[in-house]
């Protein structure tokens, strides 16, 4: 049962999150520190899915750590895979700016970094979804 899993070192420059469906007990993502610039995941697992797999990532994950990568957006189809996040870092990417409803399905999250990225405001109304302790 693993519950923490970090890859570090990874060569591709896509990283697909239904790599991990296999590992349900799953509390913590760490993909910090790759050369990751885009993170897709299947169509069957996603929150709009018709028919949803029952053996997908997801509902037990608390943390996601995707810093120090190449990414220029937070995908929301990605984070709707989580709705139980609790801890978000996307911190030393390339992120500009972040889509509306982006953090919609994020009612647990109480952490989230978006440190040194490019982004020059962050609306507020981004972060109504979300009872964010910290904020960085």
């Not at 978006?114 to 972060?127: G, R, V």
Request: hydrophobic letters at 40%.
């Amino acid at each position: 049962n693993v519950t923490h899993i970090a890859i570090r070192q990874y060569r591709g420059l896509e990283f697909d999150m239904s790599l991990l469906d296999p590992l349900t007990n799953l509390k913590s993502i760490d993909l910090g520190d790759n050369g990751i610039k885009t993170i897709t995941t299947s169509a069957e697992c996603s929150a709009t899915a018709t028919a949803p797999r029952d053996n997908c990532l997801g509902t037990s994950v608390t943390e996601l750590i995707v810093r120090n990568n190449y990414l220029s957006s937070i995908p929301s189809h990605v984070l709707s895979l989580f709705p139980n996040l609790q801890h978000l870092d996307w911190s030393g990417n390339q992120i500009v700016s972040i889509q509306a409803n982006t953090f919609e399905q994020l009612q647990h999250l109480t952490s989230l970094s978006l440190a040194y990225n490019q982004l020059s405001a962050l609306p507020k109304s981004q972060l109504s979804y979300a009872a964010c302790d910290a904020i960085r």
